[in-house]
């Protein structure tokens, strides 16, 4: 069974550091990974998908990269804003599309 | 948002009372979703659709029921809500983008099981 793990829990950083958020899956046999960002009380937006035959995926600030053979992927966002606070959640697509997601990391960053 | 909607977007009901939620969509997705959100558990899916009458189950299946009659619309069914079934629950689309598929999510529905 899929477990898919992100650490830390909660992080918070001062504005305009950079932050480096973790997730961690235990079967490599996966399709794709997906992060997405979640609001206080709103749903989902998507912000990057890696493919599983790919190593990185950048749009802006922020740069994913994936490691499939040790369970790994980096969620990087370059120069954080207040803007940037949000629950960050990341999740692991199997064959047949149905994802699995982690935890989520909860960033706060401060002016 | 991908043209999904939830209804209600906040329900209060008491134990052993039915619940339906309506996901609706607009643009034609076959693959549609249920997820609930709990605090440390993130989101865990329900059941899922990959068209019309054609469903199946997911990691937390159990207490739930869902039906799809339509392409725009997928119901999930609590027969007799349990407290246990208090959460935010998400409706999601899979949508193709070139050569990548992506979920796409509605807004929620907060409910709570008194």
């Known amino acids: 069974k899929q477990e898919v793990t992100q650490i830390p829990a909660a992080l918070s950083v001062p504005e305009g550091e950079n932050l480096v958020l973790n997730c961690s899956f235990t079967d490599s046999a996966i399709y794709n990974l997906q992060w997405f960002r979640q609001d206080p009380g709103k749903g989902l937006t998507s912000l990057l998908l890696i493919q599983s035959s790919q190593r990185e995926q950048t749009s802006g600030r922020l740069n994913a990269s994936l490691d499939k053979s040790s369970g790994r992927s980096t969620l990087y966002i370059a120069a954080s804003q207040p803007g940037d606070s949000a629950t960050y959640l990341c999740?692991?697509?199997?064959?047949?599309?149905?994802?699995?997601f982690g935890a989520g990391t909860q960033v706060v960053v401060t002016p | 948002d991908a043209g999904i909607t939830q209804s209600p977007r906040h329900k209060v009901t008491e134990t052993g009372t039915p619940v339906t939620l309506r996901c609706h969509q607009t643009?034609?997705?076959?693959?549609m979703y249920w997820y609930r959100q709990d605090p440390g558990h993130g989101l865990r899916l329900i059941h899922y659709?990959?068209?019309?009458?054609?469903?199946d189950k997911g990691e937390v299946s159990d207490g739930y029921s869902v039906s799809r009659s339509k392409t725009e619309d997928f119901l999930l069914t609590l027969e007799s809500a349990t407290s246990s079934q208090t959460s935010v629950y998400f409706c999601?689309?899979?949508?193709?983008?070139?050569?990548?598929?992506?979920?796409?999510f509605g807004p929620g529905t907060r409910l709570l099981v008194l």
């Open positions: 643009e034609n997705h076959r693959y």
């Open positions: 659709s990959y068209g019309v009458k054609d469903t």
């Open positions: 999740a692991v697509t199997d064959s047949w599309g149905k994802l699995q």
């Open positions: 999601a689309i899979s949508a193709r983008t070139g050569a990548q598929e992506t979920q796409y």
